[in-house]
């Protein structure tokens, strides 16, 4: 890896819509971008994110994602007044990452098993 390929990866990202698009099997799919942790951050990883998140620009915007953000709170990983819809940027600017580990877009029931 190159040092601008490494500088890439682990760029701290700006706060706002975290949309981007990626090949997938050969085709152009909507999903959100990996924010990566500072070198002493923690790093959330989810499954896949969902449509509506996808689609906000911000990752767990539906019903069990706010779950998450709220349980975040509650461990103060959050602060108390950290705005859900926008809650990632909050992760990000306390120094800590999330991302994916399947990168296609899908309702919660209709994730594959793979």
């Known amino acids: 890896m190159t040092p601008d390929e490494l500088a ?8 706002g ?4 698009t990626i090949q ?3 085709v ?4 959100l971008a990996d924010l990566p942790p500072s ?4 790093l959330f990883v ?4 969902s449509p509506v998140s996808v689609e906000a620009g911000h990752y767990h915007q539906g019903r069990l994602g706010q779950r998450f953000w709220a349980r975040l709170k509650t ?8 705005d859900l819809v926008e809650a990632d940027d909050a992760l ?12 296609r877009p899908s309702a919660r029931d209709e994730a594959a098993d793979l």
Do not use: F, Q
Request: aromatic letters at 0%; a neutral charge.
């Open 17 to 20: 819509p975290h949309r981007t």
């Open 39 to 42: 070198r002493d951050g923690l």
């Open 46 to 49: 989810g499954l896949n994110p």
């Open 28 to 31: 152009e799919t909507a999903t």
């Open 8 to 15: 890439a990866l682990t760029r701290r990202p700006d706060p």
């Open 75 to 82: 461990a103060t990983i959050l602060p108390a007044d950290a």
């Open 92 to 103: 990000v600017a306390r120094g800590h990452g999330i991302t994916d580990l399947i990168k």
């Open 24 to 26: 997938l099997d050969g």
